[in-house]
């Protein structure tokens, strides 16, 4: 029995003795809250509205203390019920040995500033997380520290009760993972602070200025450890970044939600999420009706010939197409380029084209189109003030002089008289013209360049063919009359947004709000090699977090099927893999290997961590029967496990099958990418939106969409299998329909 761990009583002192710190400090804390209101309200009521600096300076003051208070009152609160999860015994060498006890926020004693609490995210964590046991180093912004882990400690703590400690050496394997694993309720997705593996942690650690791919299996922790790194960079670089920099591209809305709770348990909050849909048509500001990007798939599962289409979708992902749309800048560059004349300000030159020409195409090429034409109108401008002056003092210098000819130069008064006043009044029009002039000289030049409109110009493409057969002409004739021929009829679809985004940054740039520093995106497998290319010359960064799993690339028609080319797109970027699976038994994980093995991918195949289960369960059955769902659906929740989804193949099945419960008045939610999951209910799921999701038990059933020996539907079948945690079924006419013909089941 744990309890009687030699140390336990003494352990249960030192958590009231923290509780009880953090309770004096959460007093402090909301002291301070109310001292600050109180002060924002007394230097409201007392601003004088004339000499109002003082009066401001306080409410700001107090208003920085306000939010500083709110903060740390919030973060600890969230940790009260359970202040740490572990503890080192560990000496960094010169140093006298600590005891540090860590949890998901950090606390230090007021006046003798001894951690009571250490932050996971801090360098020495890592310590917890990487270190076996003895001596051992660990990094502080780049600086080595040595130091001897004498040993490491997990505490259960729940509901600020001490229930168990246990003195271990490696976390893998060990038995808080293993309760982790095994007693996970929810449906959506958690922090795993306390069971982070070394594997994970070198990932969510691993260097921040620069990007990083990773391979990992089904259920490694991908999306996970992405979180968490969202979580340590911000920890790190807090300094150098806003979380407003940061933006992690889910797959769908669906996932958006799913992912939803676990940043702000991370203390994580103002960073984007979204989708690359969503971001393009922010940031090109475009009001595009895209097809579903689902649909494409399903009619390519559902055996409709779609050769052109697909070979249309892998080339608009290609980075062949990245530079066919270079080219379309590079030319509309050279047109604008041949468009530059020299500059007057009445007759006087005062910029040549060469010059101008000069700007736009070398000194400001690092600008996108628009802004370097900006740039050249602000030059433009002053220099026109410039040149004016100097017009002006020649001009003023000119008159001055003929006039004084003509004051000497004519006897006759009368004459003498004409000329001047010829001089004069040509003078006084001719100043105040180019006065007038001078100032409207950089505006009136540059209207000869029109604003480019994003949707027009890539729209000319599809549809002009010399345009496509002087951009592309490396392409068949045939090729690109089906090209032009797909597009005759407007319509949106996913793959156009790469270029569409392309064209915004190398025409107009990124806006502001949306040059995103650092990118997360998970399930990168779905993206294209020009998704990426796109972005990342948007962005003008390469600080990149990418995770992704090439055996669930489901629309691997269009998107990546090797690592290679992502590395070359940026040789900058580590490349790591995850082999172990967190989330399935052994027994399913065995199933779904079979699925791997047959993949043309050669991926090596998934390593369960170490947790039995019941064995899948293969039930013959004709056709689609609710009552018989039903039944199972039962029988799991009796074992215990709540949230269980119905997989199959398409949208059109799920939804025949939904309509068939429904029938039989038996509860049930068709997911859809705008709905959130509501796991009391059985869910029904169509195969490519089940991906990154997961559930305590799956059915997965095949009848009128069997799953057949193709690429993509034994990804599509991979992916339903690997989704449960506890428990798998399979139902249908023939172990065939889930090419598992010769298991024994
Ligand atoms: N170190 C860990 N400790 C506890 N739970 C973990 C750990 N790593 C992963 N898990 C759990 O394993 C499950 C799978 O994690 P996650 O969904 O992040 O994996 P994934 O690689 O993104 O999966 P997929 O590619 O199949 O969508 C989650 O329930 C997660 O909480």
Not at 389 to 407: C, F, N, P, S, V
Not at 408 to 434: H, L, N, S, W, Y
Not at 499 to 516: F, N, S, T, V
Request: negative net charge; contains cysteine; charged residues 25%.
């Amino acid at each position: 029995m744990t309890a009687q761990h030699p140390d336990f009583k003494a352990e249960v002192e030192r958590l009231a003795y923290t509780k009880n710190y953090m309770q004096q400090i959460l007093n402090e804390s909301q002291r301070g809250l109310q001292s600050a209101q109180e002060n924002i309200r007394k230097s409201m009521a007392d601003l004088d509205y004339l000499d109002s600096s003082l009066g401001y300076n306080n409410i700001l003051a107090n208003a920085r203390f306000f939010e500083m208070a709110r903060n740390q009152k919030e973060g600890l609160e969230a940790i009260q019920k359970k202040p740490y999860f572990a503890r080192i015994h560990f000496q960094k060498t010169g140093d006298p040995e600590e005891f540090l006890y860590i949890g998901k926020t950090s606390l230090f004693h007021r006046e003798t500033h001894e951690p009571i609490i250490v932050d996971w995210r801090s360098p020495v964590a890592n310590v917890y997380y990487d270190g076996r046991l003895g001596d051992m180093e660990y990094d502080v912004r780049g600086e080595i520290h040595k130091g001897h882990l004498f040993a490491k400690r997990q505490y259960k703590i729940q509901d600020g009760e001490l229930l168990d400690i246990r003195d271990i050496d490696l976390t893998t394997n060990d038995e808080l993972l293993q309760e982790a694993l095994a007693g996970k309720a929810d449906v959506r997705l958690t922090e795993i602070v306390s069971t982070i593996q070394k594997e994970q942690n070198e990932i969510i650690r691993a260097h921040l200025r620069q990007p990083i791919i990773v391979q990992g299996a089904a259920g490694s922790g991908k999306t996970t450890i992405a979180l968490h790194r969202i979580s340590y960079f911000l920890y790190t670089m807090g300094e150098h970044f806003n979380p407003e920099q940061l933006m992690i591209l889910a797959p769908n809305k669906l996932f958006i939600d799913y992912i939803g709770d676990v940043l702000p348990e991370l203390g994580v909050d103002k960073i984007c999420q979204t989708t690359f849909t969503d971001y393009v048509l922010a940031t090109t500001k475009l009001k595009l009706k895209l097809q579903n990007p689902n649909e494409q798939l399903e009619s390519l599962v559902a055996g409709e010939p779609q050769q052109v289409a697909s070979w249309i979708s892998e080339m608009k992902g290609s980075l062949y197409y990245r530079d066919v749309i270079e080219r379309y800048v590079q030319k509309i560059e050279q047109e604008i380029a041949n468009q530059f004349e020299d500059v007057f300000i009445e007759k006087y030159c005062i910029m040549r084209a060469s010059h101008l020409k000069k700007l736009f195409l070398y000194e400001f090429s690092y600008m996108p189109i628009e802004k370097r034409l900006a740039h050249i109108k602000k030059v433009l401008a002053s220099h026109a003030r410039q040149k004016k002056q100097a017009i002006l003092i020649t001009l003023h210098k000119k008159y001055d002089a003929a006039l004084g000819r003509a004051l000497d130069g004519f006897r006759d008064d009368e004459k003498r008289r004409r000329v001047v006043t010829k001089f004069i009044d040509e003078r006084d029009e001719r100043i105040p013209a180019i006065e007038k002039e001078a100032k409207s000289t950089a505006t009136v030049y540059m209207r000869r360049f029109s604003k480019h409109n994003i949707k027009t110009l890539y729209r000319s493409l599809l549809t002009n063919a010399e345009l496509l057969a002087e951009l592309a002409p490396e392409w068949h004739y045939l090729e690109q009359q089906q090209f032009l021929q797909a597009h005759a009829k407007e319509q949106w679809v996913l793959e156009d947004l790469a270029a569409l985004y392309y064209l915004q940054a190398r025409l107009k740039g990124i806006p502001d709000e949306w040059k995103m520093r650092v990118v997360f995106i998970d399930e990168v497998q779905d993206y294209s090699l020009f998704q990426l290319a796109a972005l990342k010359t948007g962005l003008e960064t390469d600080m990149f977090t990418m995770v992704g799993d090439l055996a669930q690339g489901i629309h691997s028609y269009r998107s990546l099927t090797a690592w290679e080319p992502v590395q070359d797109l940026f040789p900058r970027a580590s490349f790591r893999t995850l082999q172990k699976s967190y989330r399935t038994t052994i027994e399913i994980m065995e199933v779904a290997n079979k699925v791997l093995a047959q993949m043309d991918e050669q991926l090596p195949l998934v390593e369960p961590v170490v947790r039995h289960g019941n064995v899948p369960t293969y039930i013959e059955a004709p056709s689609f029967d609710a009552l018989q769902i039903q039944e199972i659906f039962e029988a799991i929740r009796a074992n215990g496990h709540h949230s269980i989804a119905l997989i199959c193949k398409t949208t059109a099945e799920a939804k025949t099958m939904q309509q068939a419960l429904k029938d039989k008045k038996i509860a049930s939610q068709l997911l859809t990418e705008n709905e959130s999951i509501n796991q009391d209910l059985l869910l029904v799921v169509p195969s490519h939106l089940a991906k990154g999701l997961e559930f305590d038990a799956v059915i997965v059933a095949a009848f009128d969409t069997p799953f057949y020996d193709t690429k993509v539907d034994r990804k599509l079948l991979y992916v339903a299998l690997t989704r449960a945690m506890h428990e798998l079924y399979l139902i249908g006419p023939t172990k065939n329909t889930f090419l598992l013909e010769n298991e024994q089941m």
